[in-house]
């Protein structure tokens, strides 16, 4: 839940102006964005692969209630117990008592978005249960005390400093700023965490309606690590997490990894299939699944946004984003950055709550251009615009100015005498040979100098042709 | 619980088939690429001859990923392998997997009679459940078998039934997989194509694993090794057709 507005431009302005933080997100971007481009460009089939992954996600949240049944009514078969909820705290509420039931006072996490949208760790210290992060980026991120700047990289925003020093703060080692060093550090911390964590809660990748399969996708193994030791596995998946058959995962394989990381494929692919079985040595004894709405099911009631609901939450398109790459993910005010973060935060959490993000955009259309599912992003950015000034919530001076651009657009006549003018301001106002200050707009970025004669002007005298 | 689970659940199914079409696609084949796709190989399980060439990539891609590849000879010839890996790298505490071509190797026996060895497990010590895993975490070397082994993306698929279960493959330092060099797949399509997936035939837990653990939190580096093993060796037994 987030408590008022969200305040983009302000975080944004204050971020922008941090060097290191913009230091921080170039070079993670621009490494990201490299490896992906080399991984997709040794693909041929890459854009039939998009076009297929489309389809099949089409198909699932065209059909939501029906797959989600059948995939319930598979994952319990196997010895799963599901439970649906409709809000965050109700999810979590859920979890807590999961933990409580089991008396657990230790949980590890693997990286799951969902939970952090549940505020999940919150909840659980509010019940004296302990939760351990233990994706590298998340550990260090909740050591921080912060929240993850990216969906699939946490602590992109910090540098391997920045972490070095954390490190030797708060868990009393050496300083280092050796990732190899840091890295083994929170192995060994780990390690002990999960031997003695009686929960594991993780996200989930796909859950697949057929089979009621879950797939979950990590390099460090925590993910692994998670289903494999404690006795109690709690999975956290929204509603849209549901693909039809199993055979679709091998599309949905090829295209994550590749767009997320760069990777062929990821370290790990876990696909569980219920508990563990009688024969078995490890694996949990338990296997909950919680099914998450948490206004999502506003995203599918209206045509514009469904297709918000078929992202993978690979990350591309906020490493791609020019916005992203200089304000990072903090900017956005809630779980989901970027592009895509833009799109459902205004309806998973209301518009008059996030009407500025869909301005945060240039809607250049990168994103859309990497988005392995080939979600229309920036249109849709286009269409929330639309809607926040439909519902007046743009400023008035804004709604004026863009009313008087567009009759002088329309009418010809006013168009030309409002270059002449222009021109003439600038001749009075201006230095020679640049161009006008506008309040606002100039704090930002330059406006172009007027030429003296416009275009129409140099046609009719047959200057160009 | 007390949670009115059944509340929420029809409430929320509610709300999804007011937006969600009625139709009824599972029953259906797929309605996509059928014909003419060319990401996606007919459902038909035709399995391409592995050839040198197949072999080289899986070598060339594990070498990419920071795996390793040793090519044994025969399975009489497993131990000798696994004796030699240990030596070099001074792994003295070693748990073996009761997958069939490692019983079929007779590797717990072999293993047991160089003395440098200490065999924490194998399915031949009777250990209780809770106590495998602290005796893993403490192996160096873990080995086990698996289902296929996947050129094009150099991965290895373990359906984790056998003995020492999922831990095996993930606690200790260092993961050691055997197979035999049929058990090769071009692509995870060939292999795919090649299996019938159904809620009564998956196992509880299938992995694919593709390299050792890694991580790039920290400034993009690349570190391998964060909970999984460190290390990952791929024997690649010759024969098995
Ligand atoms: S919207 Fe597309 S590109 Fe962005 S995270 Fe989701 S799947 Fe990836």
């Known amino acids: 839940m987030i408590t008022g507005p969200i305040k983009f431009k302000e975080a944004a ?22 490896l992906r481009l080399k991984a997709v460009s040794a693909v041929p089939e890459w854009e039939d692969l998009r076009s297929e992954a489309h389809a099949i996600k089409k198909e699932a949240i065209d059909h939501l209630a029906e797959y989600l049944e059948r995939f319930e009514s598979q994952a319990t078969e196997a010895g799963c117990k599901v439970y649906w909820a409709e809000t965050a705290s109700q999810a979590a509420e859920y979890v807590v008592n999961v933990c409580r039931q089991k008396g657990a006072s230790l949980v590890v996490k693997a990286k799951s978005m969902t939970s952090e949208e549940m505020e999940l760790n919150t909840a659980l210290e509010g019940a004296s249960i302990q939760p351990v992060e233990t994706d590298l980026g998340e550990f260090i991120v909740q050591l921080a005390g912060e929240t993850p700047s990216h969906i699939t990289a946490p602590a992109l925003h910090k540098s391997r400093t920045q972490i070095g020093k954390l490190f030797s703060e708060k868990l009393g080692m050496n300083f280092s700023d050796d990732p190899k060093e840091l890295t083994r550090a929170a192995r060994a911390i780990l390690r002990e965490k999960f031997m003695d964590a009686g929960i594991g809660i993780t996200g989930v990748n796909f859950a ?82 919680v099914i998450l709405d948490n206004g999502r099911s506003q995203l599918l ?9 078929y992202c993978i939450r690979c990350g591309a398109c906020l490493n791609v984003c020019p916005v992203y790459q200089r304000v990072g993910g903090h900017s956005y005010g809630w779980v989901y950055p970027g592009p895509i973060g ?83 301001v600038q001749r009075i106002l201006a230095p020679r040979g640049k161009g006008l200050r506008v309040p606002c707009w100039s704090a930002g970025r330059d ?19 | ?67 390793e590849l040793r090519y044994v000879a025969g399975l009489e010839n497993l131990s000798a392998a696994i004796l030699q890996l240990g030596r070099e790298s001074h792994y003295k505490r070693i748990a073996v997997g009761a997958d069939p071509i490692l019983k079929e190797a007779n590797l717990a026996t072999g293993l047991q009679n160089f003395q440098d060895f200490k065999l924490i497990l194998s399915d031949r010590t009777p250990t209780p459940a809770n106590q495998i895993r602290e005796a893993l975490s403490k192996c160096q070397l873990g080995i086990t078998g698996c289902d296929a082994v996947i050129a094009e993306t150099a991965t290895m698929v373990l359906s984790h039934a056998g003995f020492g279960g999922r831990s095996i493959s993930l606690l200790p330092e260092c993961h050691v997989v055997v197979a035999y060099r049929a058990q090769v797949f071009i692509s995870l399509d060939d292999w795919m194509n090649s299996q019938s997936f159904t809620r009564a035939t998956l196992p509880s837990c299938t992995t694919f694993i593709t390299g050792p653990s890694r991580t790039a939190d920290i400034e993009k580096v690349l570190v391998t090794g964060v909970h999984g093993p460190l290390r990952l060796v791929l024997m690649l037994v010759q024969g098995g057709d």
């Open chain 1, 13 to 34: 302005r204050r971020n922008l102006a941090a060097q290191d933080l913009r230091e921080n997100l170039r070079r993670a971007t621009s490494h990201s964005t490299t």
């Open chain 1, 208 to 289: 697949v309606a057929e089979t009621g399969s879950l797939v979950l996708i990590t390099n460090e193994g925590n993910g692994r690590m998670c289903t494999t030791l404690p006795r109690t596995h709690i999975a956290l998946m929204g509603i849209e997490k549901v693909i039809p058959r199993f055979d679709d995962l091998r599309v949905f394989l090829k295209l994550l990894a590749r767009s997320s990381t760069g990777q062929k494929l990821t370290s790990y692919v876990t696909i569980l299939n219920g508990p563990r079985e009688a024969r078995e040595t490890d694996g949990p004894e338990e296997l909950h699944v």
């Open chain 1, 301 to 309: 009631a209206h045509p514009h946004t469904r297709e918000a609901l």
């Open chain 1, 342 to 424: 833009s799109v459902i935060t205004p309806e998973l959490q209301g518009i008059s709550q996030a009407q500025e993000l869909p301005f945060a955009s240039s809607l250049c259309g990168h994103c859309s251009a990497v988005c392995p599912v080939k979600i229309d992003l920036h249109h849709m950015l286009l269409w929330l615009r639309k809607s926040a000034v439909d519902s007046a919530l743009t400023s008035r001076g804004e709604r004026w100015i863009i009313k008087l651009f567009a009759a002088t657009m329309k009418r010809p006549g006013l168009y030309r005498w409002s270059g002449m003018l222009g021109w003439m």
């Open chain 1, 447 to 465: 406006f172009p100098p007027l030429p003296k004669k416009s275009f129409h002007q140099l046609w009719e005298e047959g200057e160009i042709n």
């Open chain 2, 1 to 67: 619980m007390s949670l009115p689970a059944k509340d929420s659940r029809s409430l929320l199914l509610e709300k999804l088939r007011r937006f969600s079409r009625p139709a009824s696609p599972l029953s259906e084949p797929p309605p996509k690429n059928d014909t003419a796709q060319p990401g996606r190989a007919p459902q038909i399980a035709v399995r391409e001859a592995v050839n040198e060439e197949t072999i080289s990539q899986l070598a060339q891609e594990l070498k990419r990923l920071g795996a």
